[in-house]
């Protein structure tokens, strides 16, 4: 069972279909491991295609959103269950298959200094501005600590890490943004690899700051 998933406003954009290519595509990986999150975006469909068919009656009031979003919150089902069951199965959504392969550790990875190894995968999604980046972070290995100048979304590819704010496993979804200054550590015996989406650069604030600017963008 995951436990970083994300947030209600996010997926009520993933919803009405207003996220990026790269960015739902995170959505959509956590999705496919996730029976909770997919319970929630089940809610969110039905709950626009309700709306969509009331316009222009439907005007929603504050107390109403709140009301929505807390049954979305406390819409607890059986679910996590199922995402055990996905999760020990060990099923590699089909989605990165498609992008990415069957092997990720077989790609050709771009050795940074240290711990880290970086792809840059922008290009397979065309006429986006945002940066895409498979990170890795080799078993046991330490990130520099750094900083992000904007929004970075996350999903975990393989492995785990963990950082101050707790363990990241495979599929647990985090979205980091200049208030979060941390140094992430590749836990357990598996190389970390993580899909990130960038909205802008990332800081370094360490040492070797300049030479290592990659990773962990
Ligand atoms: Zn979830």
Redesign the pocket.
């Known amino acids: 069972m ?1 436990s970083h ?2 947030d209600t406003l996010t997926l009520m954009e993933f919803s009405a279909g207003n996220l990026t290519e790269p960015h739902a595509l995170c959505i959509r990986l ?2 496919d491991q ?1 029976a ?2 997919r319970s929630r975006v089940d809610t969110l469909d039905s709950l626009g295609a309700v709306m969509m068919e009331n316009q222009p009656q439907t005007e929603m009031s504050s107390g109403m959103f709140d009301s929505i979003l807390s049954k979305i919150d406390s819409d607890d089902t059986d679910a996590e269950r199922e995402v055990s069951t996905a999760a020990k199965a060990g099923k590699r959504a089909s989605a990165l298959q498609k992008l990415l392969g069957d092997d990720l550790n077989g790609l050709p990875w771009k050795r940074q200094l240290g711990d880290v190894s970086v792809l840059d995968i922008s290009d397979r999604f065309p006429g986006q501005n945002e940066q895409v980046v498979l990170q890795k972070l080799v078993a046991g290995g330490k990130a520099p600590s750094h900083t992000h100048r904007g929004e970075e979304t996350t999903i975990v590819l393989q492995g785990a890490f963990a950082d101050q704010k707790g363990v990241f496993n495979q599929w647990d ?1 985090v979205v980091l943004n200049q208030e979060d200054n941390h140094r992430p550590v590749a836990v357990g015996c598996e190389d970390c690899i993580t899909l990130s989406v960038l909205s802008a650069p990332v800081k370094l604030t360490g040492t070797f700051s300049r030479m290592l600017n990659p990773f962990i963008r």
């Open positions: 995951n998933h994300p956590h999705l996730c909770d999150c979804f």
